[in-house]
C-alpha cells in the first residue's frame, strides 16, 4: 500500500507537521506527531478506499452489514500502521527521532463504543472481514461519550465521563451528503386506495437526521478498506427554524435541539442487562431505520434490480436483539414506501435478516412494554402485532403440539414485546457464540423455537483477531513464533498449529520464557508508575480481566486470595510459590454488589500488600479503567487466566482466547468457549474445576443447593465469610454485608461456595505445576499452537459459508 523506507516516512512526518502544525520534528508535541502520522496513513487509505468501493460496485459482490449498538474498537494507530505494512518502519523512525513509539500512540484516544464482550467481538469481525477480502460493513453509533472512564477512590468505583470527540478523530469523514430522514412518534392514517391497497401517512412526527461518520476498516496486507458506518444524531433541517434568542420559542428550541442530540449521546454502560429506558429505543429504531435506508440505497446504486432481489446480494447480521427492530422496519419500508404486499415484503425481510445471540441471562433479554413501542413508533407496533397474530395462527394450525406453548412462544405477551422471539421469527439464522450456549439455546431457553424452526439454529464459536491479540500486543513472542515455523501464521493462524513441533524444543521455550518474561516486566513497570506497588516478576501472574458481574465469579477469585491469606498468617514459612493476582473491571454504574466487589477487592489488596509477614508471596493489584488498551498491555504478561463462570452463564467468553493465544494457561470452569479450548488443548494443558452447566441447570430447577451447609461444614470458607462480615476487610463491621447476606440468605445464587473447594485445590495444582519450567512453557507453547482456532478468521469463514454465502 505504500513505497515509503524509513528516510521517506522521516520526512513524511516532517512535512505533515510543517503544512498541518507549523512546527518542525525537534519542538513537535507527541500528540502532533501522532496527528501526522495518522494524516499520512488516512493520505495512503483514501483511495484504496475509494478502490474497494468501486471493486464492490463493478463485481456486485454480495455484502454483508453487521449491525451493532457496539463496535469496541480500541486504538487504531497501530493497528492501521500494521496492516498496511508501516508498523516497523514508523517505530524505527520514531526510535530514530528519538521518540518512544508507545508515547505517540497512546495520544489516539481509545475508542469505547462498547461495553465487552459483545463490542469487541464486532471489532474483531470486521477486522477479520476485511483482512480476508470479503465486502463487509459494520453499521453502529457514533456516541458522543464512550463508556464511562472509571476512577478509584478509596476502593469505591466513581464514573467519569468519556468524552471522546473534544480533540478530532483523525480516522472519521463525515458524509453529510448520505444522511437520511429518521421519523418517530406521531399518528398514522391508513387510506384504502381503489385497487384495495392502504396507504399510509403519519401528522406530528419528529425528524432527525441520521448524519454517517465513516471509519475505514483496513485488511491486512490486501489493499482492501471497508467501512465502519458511524451514525450520529442532528437537528434536521426540517425542523431548523432558524429562531433568534429574542423569539418566544427560542429556548423551546434550544431544548428541542439538545433532545435530538442526545440520540446518539452516550452509551449506555449496562453489560449483559436490559434497561427499558426510551432514549435506548430510540437510539435501536435511530440505528436500524438508518442502516436500512442506506443499504437500500446502496443496493439501488449498484443494482438496477427490484428490492425483492436484495436477498441475493446482501444479508444483515444482527448482533444480538438491539437491532431486532430491523424486522418491523424492514417490512414498513418494502410495504408502505415499497407497494409490497405482506407476504413478499416477508419473504424478503426473512431471507435478509440473521441473528447472533449474545446471552441466555434472563436480566439480559430485552422485552419493551407495548406502551412505549406504540407511542414511539406507532406504524412499528402495528407491524409487529400483525406478525405476532400471523405467527401464533401458524403454531396453532401447522404445530398442534404446541399449542399450549402458544403464549410463551408470543412476541407480544403481558403488555410487553420479547425482542428475542421477534429476531427469531424474522430471521432465516438464528446462532449461539459457542459450542455448548447454542445448545444450551435449542435444548433449553429457545426449545420451542427450536421445534418450530430447526434449521434456522446453528452455532459459530467466537474468536478473535490474532492480527491485534498476538501479533501486535506481542511483538516479542510474534516474532520468535516466526522464527520457528515462519511467518505464514499471520495469513493462516491455524499454522501456529505448526508449533506442537517444538513443544520439546529446550531452547524454543526458554525463548518463549524470555518474552513473558518482558512483558511481566513491562506490566510491572506500569503497575509502578501508575500506583506505587512493586510487583514481583517471578511470582504467578494470574489474571482476571473482564466486566464485573456476579455470574463471572470475581468474588470467588477474592474469597481464594482471602484463603491464601489465612494460610500464610498461620504458617508464614509454608511452601508456596509466590502469586500476584491482577484484576482489572468495570461494573455497572447502578451494580450495587458489583461495586462492592470492586471495594472488596481493594481491601483485600491493602490488608494482603501491607502485611510485612507476606513479605514478596502474595500480591493483589487492581488496574483502574480497563478498556481495549488496558487489555493490550496485561494480556501478554498473563500466564494464569481466570475464567470462572458459573457453569451456563458465560455464552462464550473471548478473554480465555486472547490470553491462551499469549501463552497463558487456563483455570476455568466447563462454560462457554473453555470446553472448546479443553476439547483442542487436552485436560493436561488446561485447570478445569467445578460444577458443569448440566449440574447447574439442575439446581435451578430444583430451587438452588444449600449453601449454608457449606459454611457450616467448610471451616476454610467460614473463616472468610466470618472475615468478610466481621470487618476484617474494611473500616466498619457493616462493610461487606450485602456480599455476605447475598450468599447465606439468598442461597449463593452464583455457586460461589459450592465451587469454592474445588477452586482452591486446582490452584494448589497450578502452585505445583509452575515449579516445573518445562511443563509450564510446555503447556504455554501447546495452547499458542491451538489457539488459532480460536482466530476470527476462522469464525468469520464460517460465518461466511453457512450464513452469509458471500
Ligand atoms: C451484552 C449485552 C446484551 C447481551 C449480551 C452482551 C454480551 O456482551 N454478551 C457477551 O458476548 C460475548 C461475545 O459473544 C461473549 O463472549 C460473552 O460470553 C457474552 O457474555
Not at 498476538?470 to 511467518?487: E, H, M, R, Y
Not at 502485611?611 to 508471596?617: G, R, V
Not at 483455570?667 to 447447574?696: M, S, W
Request: charged share 25%.
Amino acid at each position: 500500500m505504500h513505497n515509503y523506507d524509513p528516510a521517506s516516512f522521516h520526512t513524511a512526518i516532517e512535512g505533515k507537521l510543517k503544512r498541518k502544525h507549523r512546527t518542525t520534528l525537534e519542538e513537535a508535541t507527541d500528540k502532533e506527531i501522532y496527528y501526522s502520522i495518522a494524516s499520512i496513513i488516512q493520505d495512503l487509505v483514501m483511495p484504496k478506499w475509494f478502490e474497494t468501493n468501486q471493486e464492490i460496485q463493478q463485481n456486485k459482490s454480495k455484502q454483508v452489514y453487521y449491525i451493532s449498538m457496539e463496535f469496541l474498537i480500541g486504538r487504531l494507530i497501530e493497528s492501521n500502521l500494521q496492516n498496511c505494512g508501516l508498523l516497523d518502519i514508523c517505530n524505527q523512525t520514531l526510535l530514530d527521532l528519538g521518540r518512544r513509539p508507545e508515547r505517540i500512540y497512546e495520544q489516539e484516544h481509545d475508542a469505547a463504543l462498547g461495553n465487552g464482550g459483545l463490542g469487541r467481538l464486532a471489532a474483531c469481525f470486521l477486522d477479520s472481514i476485511a483482512s480476508l477480502g470479503y465486502a463487509g460493513h459494520g453499521s453502529g453509533i457514533r456516541y458522543r461519550y464512550g463508556l464511562f472512564e472509571q476512577r478509584i477512590i478509596h476502593g469505591n468505583q466513581v464514573e467519569l465521563p468519556d468524552y471522546w470527540l473534544k480533540e478530532e478523530y483523525p480516522w472519521e469523514t463525515r458524509k453529510p451528503d448520505e444522511a437520511v430522514e429518521i421519523r418517530f412518534g406521531g399518528t398514522v392514517h391508513e387510506h384504502k386506495r381503489r385497487d384495495g391497497s392502504l396507504e399510509i401517512s403519519y401528522e406530528n412526527t419528529d425528524s432527525v437526521m441520521a448524519v454517517p461518520y465513516d471509519v475505514p476498516v483496513l485488511g491486512y496486507h490486501n489493499e482492501v478498506v471497508n467501512t465502519l458506518r458511524l451514525w450520529s444524531a442532528e437537528l434536521s433541517p426540517a425542523e431548523n427554524k432558524g429562531l433568534s434568542a429574542s423569539d418566544q420559542q427560542y429556548y423551546h428550541h434550544l431544548d428541542h435541539i439538545h433532545s435530538i442530540e442526545q440520540i446518539s449521546g452516550f452509551l449506555y454502560p449496562d453489560d449483559s442487562t436490559f434497561e427499558g429506558k426510551e432514549l435506548r429505543l430510540k437510539q435501536q429504531y435511530f440505528l436500524v431505520s438508518a442502516t436500512i435506508k442506506n443499504i437500500i440505497a446502496n443496493f439501488r446504486r449498484n443494482h438496477d434490480l427490484p428490492l425483492s432481489m436484495m436477498p441475493e446480494y446482501t444479508v444483515i447480521q444482527i448482533n444480538d436483539t438491539h437491532p431486532s427492530l430491523a424486522v418491523p422496519e424492514l417490512m414498513r419500508i418494502l410495504m408502505d414506501e415499497e407497494g409490497y404486499g405482506w407476504e413478499k415484503a416477508w419473504q424478503i425481510t426473512t431471507n435478509l435478516l440473521a441473528y447472533t445471540n449474545h446471552t441466555t441471562l434472563s436480566e439480559a433479554l430485552e422485552k419493551w412494554p407495548v406502551s412505549m413501542i406504540q407511542n414511539l413508533l406507532p406504524r412499528l407496533y402495528m407491524i409487529i402485532h400483525e406478525i405476532n397474530e400471523r405467527f401464533c395462527e401458524q403454531i396453532y394450525t401447522t404445530h398442534p403440539e404446541l399449542r399450549d406453548k402458544i403464549h410463551e412462544l408470543a412476541i407480544i405477551s403481558y403488555e410487553q414485546i420479547h425482542m428475542a422471539h421477534l429476531a427469531i421469527v424474522g430471521s432465516f439464522s438464528v446462532n449461539g457464540v459457542a459450542k455448548i450456549h447454542t445448545e444450551i439455546l435449542k435444548n433449553k431457553e429457545m426449545k420451542n423455537f427450536y421445534t418450530l424452526y430447526p434449521k434456522k439454529f446453528n452455532n459459530k464459536t467466537n474468536g478473535i483477531t490474532h492480527r491485534r491479540w498476538l501479533q501486535q500486543v506481542n511483538p516479542c513472542l510474534a516474532s520468535k513464533i516466526t522464527d520457528v515455523i515462519g511467518p505464514r501464521w499471520v495469513h493462516e493462524p491455524h499454522k501456529l498449529m505448526n508449533l506442537l513441533r517444538y513443544t520439546n524444543d529446550a531452547p524454543f521455550l526458554e525463548t518463549m520464557k524470555d518474552c513473558k518474561q518482558h512483558s511481566k516486566h513491562l506490566l510491572a513497570k506500569y503497575v509502578y508508575e501508575q500506583q506505587g506497588v512493586k510487583l514481583n516478576t517471578d511470582s504467578i501472574f494470574d489474571v482476571q480481566i473482564k466486566r464485573l458481574h456476579e455470574y463471572k465469579r470475581q468474588l470467588m477469585n477474592v474469597f481464594h486470595i482471602i484463603y491464601l491469606y489465612n494460610e500464610l498468617k498461620d504458617n508464614p514459612n509454608m511452601d508456596i510459590t509466590p502469586r500476584t493476582f491482577i484484576f482489572a473491571a468495570k461494573a455497572a454504574p447502578s451494580y450495587h454488589l458489583a461495586k462492592e466487589v470492586i471495594k472488596l477487592i481493594h481491601h483485600v489488596a491493602s490488608v494482603v500488600n501491607n502485611d510485612p509477614d507476606i513479605k514478596d508471596k502474595l500480591k493483589v493489584v487492581f488496574l483502574e479503567n480497563y478498556n481495549v488498551s488496558l487489555a493490550e498491555k496485561i494480556i501478554p504478561a498473563a500466564e494464569v487466566s481466570e475464567q470462572i463462570s458459573t457453569a451456563s452463564k458465560e455464552a462464550s467468553g473471548t478473554g480465555n482466547m486472547k490470553m491462551m493465544m499469549n501463552g497463558a494457561i487456563t483455570c476455568g470452569t466447563l462454560d462457554g468457549a473453555n470446553i472448546e479450548i479443553r476439547d483442542f488443548v487436552g485436560d493436561d494443558n488446561i485447570f478445569i474445576f467445578g460444577l458443569t452447566a448440566e449440574q447447574v441447570l439442575d439446581y435451578y430447577a430444583h430451587g438452588g443447593y444449600d449453601a449454608k451447609s457449606i459454611y457450616h461444614a467448610d471451616v476454610r470458607v467460614k473463616r472468610v465469610l466470618d472475615q468478610l462480615n466481621g470487618g476484617v476487610f474494611g473500616s466498619q463491621e457493616i462493610e461487606f454485608k450485602d456480599l455476605f447476606y447475598n450468599i447465606m440468605y439468598h442461597n449463593d445464587p452464583f455457586f460461589v461456595l459450592k465451587d469454592f473447594g474445588p477452586y482452591v485445590e486446582t490452584h494448589e495444582m497450578i502452585d505445583r505445576a509452575y515449579r516445573d519450567q518445562n511443563h509450564w512453557q510446555r503447556m504455554a507453547a501447546t495452547n499458542i499452537a491451538h489457539s488459532g482456532k480460536f482466530s476470527s478468521d476462522r469464525t468469520i469463514m464460517e460465518y461466511v459459508s453457512d450464513i452469509w454465502k458471500l
